[in-house]
């Protein structure tokens, strides 16, 4: 039998099938790196309303990484005027 024809080839090693998904959502201290601020500064921003509403799944609180960038592009508006925006963002796709 060749490597190419062994019945583990092509199979995805375990645990790799959540890679991609654990790119699409990413907790506080990712989501602050994307943005180029702190940790503390981010956790103030949540407090105050002024990054993009987080999902929470499991306790666990994320963010998309997607609605980052876009918030970034869009210079960073606060939650109320961002919301409105995204939905808008998503409903052109």
């Given at each position: 039998m060749?490597?190419?024809s062994?019945?583990?080839a092509?199979?995805?090693a375990?645990?790799s099938l959540?890679?991609?998904a654990?790119r699409?959502?990413?907790?506080?201290k990712?989501?602050?790196r994307?943005?180029?601020v702190?940790?503390?500064?981010?956790d103030r921003?949540?407090?105050?309303?002024?990054?993009?509403?987080p999902?929470?799944?499991?306790?666990?609180?994320?963010?998309?990484?997607a609605?980052?960038?876009a918030?970034c592009r869009?210079a960073?508006?606060?939650r109320d005027?961002?919301?409105?925006l995204?939905?808008s963002l998503?409903?052109r796709?």
């Amino acid at each position: 039998m060749t490597p190419s024809s062994s019945p583990t080839a092509g199979t995805p090693a375990p645990g790799s099938l959540r890679r991609p998904a654990a790119r699409l959502l990413v907790r506080r201290k990712q989501a602050a790196r994307l943005c180029a601020v702190g940790v503390a500064t981010w956790d103030r921003w949540t407090a105050a309303g002024l990054n993009p509403r987080p999902t929470k799944i499991a306790g666990a609180v994320l963010w998309a990484a997607a609605e980052l960038a876009a918030w970034c592009r869009h210079a960073c508006p606060p939650r109320d005027e961002w919301t409105p925006l995204w939905e808008s963002l998503l409903a052109r796709k």
